[in-house]
Each structure stands twice: as structure tokens, then as C-alpha cells.
């Protein structure tokens, strides 16, 4: 079971933080489906001291959420254990994580994410700051490396371990790779061999088959899923089910898809209001039609669409239609 500080989970899946993706909406979607942990999209630390109004709205936490993982990402140690003061008392989240592999120019720029990676000094002198400033535990969320000859992965996770974090979530890839080639979970092992506190691996996780894989191969105590579960929260579900029992769940039906995805729709309006929401929805709508057959009419459609009762119809229009479909192929079967 994947335990931090004194948070333990009930299982050891966890949802990535993803930006622009993972707020409450979407991480309250996902939890129903059984993920042990999830995490906030990562905020930053001047933003909070600055009280942007977006970004105390990101900072909202529904509590059936819990637990749940709050991510601060900065270049300087002042604000960032400013912020993360701001996150210790005003939230209700369990756990305080720092970003550490977000390879965006203009948040390298800021001397943040991805940019520590360099340097495993300025990563024990940040974490080991906020670590002594907050009462929640703090992780840290990284990258392998910043490129093929910088790849200090053993001696940050030793910093961040030294430091008081309390867990690393290690993507097996690096700064230049971004989303690119392949995620190299040998260097997670050796991270997993290296530090005594909780590894989570994260990169390259697509299927139930490739969770269980990497627990085995590296040893992990938590698999960490992000891209695969965009549009797609079954993927949580059939995950924790598959390790827990080795039974593979089937994939949902267009309708079970589009249900989610109106309850998906509607949450986002609770908390952004409809114009806002609509318009955020129409690249999850695309994430939740994948593997829909005849989905290209429909999404560039809802990408045109700017009210809720246009989305829902044209939604259930294509559950109608792709059940009619199944109908005909079961009578000629």
C-alpha cells in the first residue's frame, strides 16, 4: 500500500498533475473511479502571494477529492516557501508537492521545474526550506534528467530524501525528451534502489498491462497515470482492478463514455460557470470521443459550441446513432 507521511492510500494509483487539465472537476471525476491519490495542477508560488483570483479558484479542493496532492511549482526559495505556508493553512490538501519536471520555456525561464534538475544543492536548500516551514508532508514531482548527458536522477532524489521529502514521483523522462520517445524506467529503479522513501513512477503507462509491469520491473510503491487517463477515467477503474484481482475489465460503451462526460461537463460549470466551462470542455469532449467511430463530425461540432444544451445534444445524438448502429450489426449478425 503506497503510504506518505501519514497519509495512506487506499491504493497505488495515483493521477498525474496535469496542467490545465487537473482541477476539481476533473480530479472528482476521477477519484470515483477508484484512484488512491490525485493531484492538483501545478500553481504558482508568486500567483498565490499575489492572490490572483485564478488562482486561489485553482486552489479549491472538493473534499470528497481526498486525499489529495496540492503542486507548487517556483525559482525562488523566499516565495516558495511563502506559498507554501499559504497551502499549509488555508487548504485542505494532505500533501504539498513541489514541481520539479515541467519542461515549459517560460516556466525554465523562472528558474522553476525542470530547471532544478541541474543542480541537486539548489533542490536540497528549496525542498529542505519548505519542508521546515509546513506541517503537511512534502513530495516532489521530477524528471530523470535534463538531457542523455544530465541525468542526475539518483543524487536529486538523495537531495530531496536528505531534505525531509517525504516521496518522489520520478517521469522516466527528461527535460529535452518532453513528451517524446520512450520513458526509461531503468533509471526509476535505480531511483527506487537508491532513497527509502516512497518512488512513484510515472511515463509510458497506457494500459492496465503496463501498470502492473512497472511495479514489477522497478519496484515502485505507486504508478503514476496522466495522459492516459484524459477523456478517459476507466482507465483508473480497470487499473486498480486489474492489480488487485488480474482481471482485466472491458472497455465502457459510447453511452457509459458520454454519461461521464455530461457529468464531467457539469461539474466543470459548478465551478467555472457555463461560458467558461463549455469552452474548456470541448478538448476533453475530444479526449472522451477517441475511439469513437464517426467522432470527427462531432468534434469539430462541439468545438463550435458555446452552450451546454449544444454540447449534451449533440453528445446524445451520437449515442443514438452509434446504438441504432450496434442494433442493425447485432440483427444482421
Same mark, same amino acid.
Given at each position: 500500500m503506497l503510504k506518505i507521511g501519514d497519509i495512506t492510500m487506499k491504493n497505488q494509483v495515483v493521477l498525474a498533475p496535469m496542467a490545465g487539465v487537473c482541477n476539481a472537476a476533473f480530479r472528482l471525476t476521477v477519484k470515483?473511479? /477508484?484512484?488512491?491519490? @490525485?493531484?492538483?495542477?501545478?500553481?504558482?508560488?508568486?500567483? *498565490?502571494?499575489?492572490?490572483?483570483?485564478?488562482?486561489? /479558484?485553482?486552489?479549491? *479542493?472538493?473534499?470528497?477529492?481526498?486525499p489529495l496532492s496540492l503542486q507548487i511549482f517556483? /525559482?525562488?526559495?523566499?516565495?516558495? @516557501?511563502e506559498a507554501a505556508k499559504f497551502v499549509d493553512k488555508n487548504t485542505t490538501a494532505d500533501i504539498i508537492d513541489i514541481n520539479m519536471g515541467c519542461p515549459v520555456p517560460k516556466i525554465i525561464k523562472c528558474d522553476a521545474g525542470a530547471r532544478w534538475l541541474l543542480?541537486?544543492?539548489? *533542490?536540497?536548500?528549496?525542498?529542505?526550506? !519548505? !519542508?521546515?516551514? !509546513?506541517d503537511k508532508p512534502v513530495t516532489v514531482k521530477m524528471r530523470i534528467g535534463w538531457d542523455d548527458e544530465h541525468i542526475f536522477a539518483i543524487e536529486n532524489a538523495r537531495a530531496i530524501e536528505r531534505a525531509g521529502g517525504q516521496?518522489?514521483?520520478v517521469h522516466g523522462r527528461t527535460? !529535452?525528451?518532453?513528451?517524446? /520517445?520512450h520513458a526509461d524506467w531503468n533509471v526509476i529503479k535505480q531511483v527506487k534502489d537508491s532513497v527509502s522513501i516512497p518512488v512513484i513512477g510515472n511515463g509510458d503507462v497506457e494500459t492496465p498491462q503496463d501498470a502492473k509491469r512497472m511495479l514489477e520491473e522497478t519496484g515502485v510503491d505507486g504508478v503514476m497515470i496522466g495522459r492516459a487517463a484524459l477523456g478517459n477515467p476507466w482507465m483508473i477503474y480497470r487499473t486498480v482492478h486489474y492489480l488487485e484481482t488480474g482481471e482485466l475489465v472491458g472497455e465502457p460503451s459510447v453511452r457509459e463514455k458520454m454519461d461521464v462526460c455530461k457529468l464531467h461537463l457539469d461539474r466543470?460549470?459548478?465551478?467555472?460557470?457555463?461560458?467558461v466551462a463549455v469552452r474548456e470542455m470541448r478538448k476533453h469532449a475530444a479526449w472522451y470521443l477517441k475511439g469513437i467511430r464517426g467522432n470527427a463530425i462531432v468534434r469539430n461540432a *462541439?468545438?463550435?459550441?458555446?452552450?451546454?444544451?449544444?454540447?449534451?445534444?449533440? @453528445?446524445?445524438?451520437?449515442v443514438e446513432e452509434s446504438e441504432q448502429k450496434e442494433a442493425m450489426n447485432f440483427q444482421v449478425g
Open positions: 470515483e473511479f /477508484g484512484a488512491g491519490l @490525485v493531484c492538483a495542477e501545478m500553481v504558482s508560488d508568486k500567483a *498565490i502571494l499575489y492572490k490572483n483570483a485564478k488562482t486561489m /479558484g485553482m486552489l479549491y *479542493i472538493d473534499e470528497r477529492e481526498k517556483g /525559482g525562488e526559495k523566499d516565495t516558495l @516557501v543542480d541537486p544543492n539548489k *533542490i536540497y536548500e528549496m525542498v529542505s526550506a !519548505v !519542508v521546515d516551514a !509546513v516521496a518522489v514521483a527535460r !529535452v525528451q518532453m513528451y517524446e /520517445g466543470l460549470i459548478d465551478l467555472k460557470g457555463e461560458n *462541439i468545438n463550435e459550441c458555446t452552450s451546454r444544451l449544444d454540447l449534451v445534444n449533440l @453528445v446524445d445524438n451520437l
